[in-house]
């Protein structure tokens, strides 16, 4: 057996990183179920970082694939992490979070892929072991129009090459 057997059926790794602390615009790439190497269920959401609207020192740059791993290792905010992040995706009240929304979510269809939302990211240190972890929050999800106002003139050159902002503003404008 040579050491590349097997290479044509591998999925090439693509570079991220977690979500470092700031505020920003993130496009979302791709929304998936999974386990960790032990067997912990994971919810990932794959994104890329637009737009700083707050930076701070070690922040995700603007261009850079970051991922956010919500895992059922912490089962109080497992639940409650993906519906925040699905009804602001989605734009929907947290009420109309369902599983099949859930399900779909992550599906073959990625209907959340080229989605834009609002992403906090802030390092919280808890008081019983004084560990650090980052929180992320989800707060908006923005319209292609919001979009193109919110970005930098060389941000959509940069995202949205060859007018396809424009083309996606007035696909939407249709729906």
């Known amino acids: 057996m040579g050491l590349f057997d097997g290479i044509k059926q591998a999925q090439a790794t693509k570079s991220s990183s977690y ?10 790439d791709k929304v998936k179920a999974s386990e ?3 067997k912990i269920p994971n919810f990932i959401i794959e994104m890329t970082a637009l737009h700083h609207i707050a930076a701070q020192d070690g922040s995700n740059g603007v261009g850079n694939k970051m991922t956010h791993i919500i895992s059922r290792k912490q089962e109080d905010y497992f639940l409650p992490n993906i519906k925040g992040f699905l009804a602001c995706a989605v734009n929907v009240h947290e009420d109309e979070i369902t599983e099949e929304v859930c399900i779909e979510a992550c599906g073959e269809d ?5 989605r834009v939302v609002e992403v906090h990211a802030q390092t919280i240190i808890t008081q019983q072991t004084e560990s650090a972890f980052t929180k992320v929050s989800y707060m908006k999800s923005f319209s ?5 106002s919110l970005l930098t003139e060389a941000e959509i050159k940069r995202f949205y090459p060859d007018n396809l902002l424009d ?7 249709e729906e």
């Not at 979500?19 to 979302?28: E, K, M, S, T, V």
């Not at 990625?110 to 080229?114: I, V, Y």
């Open 36 to 38: 960790s190497r032990n």
């Open 19 to 28: 979500i470092q602390p700031g505020q920003y615009l993130a496009r979302i």
């Open 144 to 148: 292609y129009s919001e979009v193109a």
């Open 110 to 114: 990625q209907p959340l892929e080229g």
């Open 167 to 173: 083309r996606l503003i007035k696909e939407e404008s």
